[in-house]
């Protein structure tokens, strides 16, 4: 072979293996990028699955008093005939629209983990601080409508013991502190539905129709200074000299307590 075939054929190999060596830097160029390219997703995924369990309490809290406050937004007070909760002062007592904004403006930059970033520190803070003013403007208006409800049907139920021998009387009596019981538990806490709701006052239809039925044998006057102290309090004047005498006589004048609203 001559020294010119030679030298083609060295040139050719040394051409196929540069072939050879570009086409496998570039497969493994590409691999890396892949690579590179699914650590960014990763890195992504758990940013927005650590941002999901920050605020996934705070949010949850707020739909739920948030849920209760509507509700009840649309119950309304027998006597008053308004809705037995008010309305809410966003401007006064929370607005997080502001600072959601601004956490969605720092989160779309990629600037920084936004995890960790001030703007979404401020907005689990102010959706908390927002869940918990609203949920104690509705638990107070709530307590104090059951309140009232309680005014209409509560007596002190150490006055049973005078009729308790009574078989027939018994049984009212009992039935009156079993409803007081689910009365009570039903409404410790802010209703989720309006089946809860309904539930709630058709016990306190039930204990208005039980009280009637109850037979204390006090004086009436008696009977609405008893049913005044266990609701909202009795006024000054209800304190009559009747009242002062079935007091000391059938109960313990030293239980009661005066006090100035």
Known sequence: MSEVSNSEAVTANTSEEINVFARRSGEFKARLERHQQLEKAQEIRDSLL???RKIDTPAKKLAQILTSYLLLRQVYD????EPIVGLFDRKTFGHPQ?????FLQQYEAHTYDVA?????????????????ALNEHTSTAWREYICTLKAQWEVDQRLFSNLAHQEGQRKVQQYYID??????NSSR??????????????????????????????????NLFLKAVAGQGATLDMLT?????????????????????
């Open 98 to 102: 502001a600072l959601l904004t601004a």
């Open 189 to 222: 806490g802010l209703p989720k539905t309006a089946d809860e709701v309904e539930a709630i006052i058709d016990l306190h239809e039930q204990l208005c129709h039980q009280r009637d039925a109850l037979s204390l044998e006090v004086p009436e006057d008696v």
């Open 116 to 132: 960790q970033a001030q703007e979404f520190t401020l907005l689990v803070l102010e959706i908390e601080r927002l869940a918990s």
């Open 179 to 184: 409803l007081v019981a689910q009365f009570t």
């Open 78 to 81: 027998s006597v008053s005939g």
């Open 50 to 52: 650590l941002v999901a």
């Open 241 to 261: 000299e009747k009242v002062r005498t079935w007091l000391a006589n059938e109960d313990d004048p030293t239980r009661y307590r005066i006090k100035r609203l």
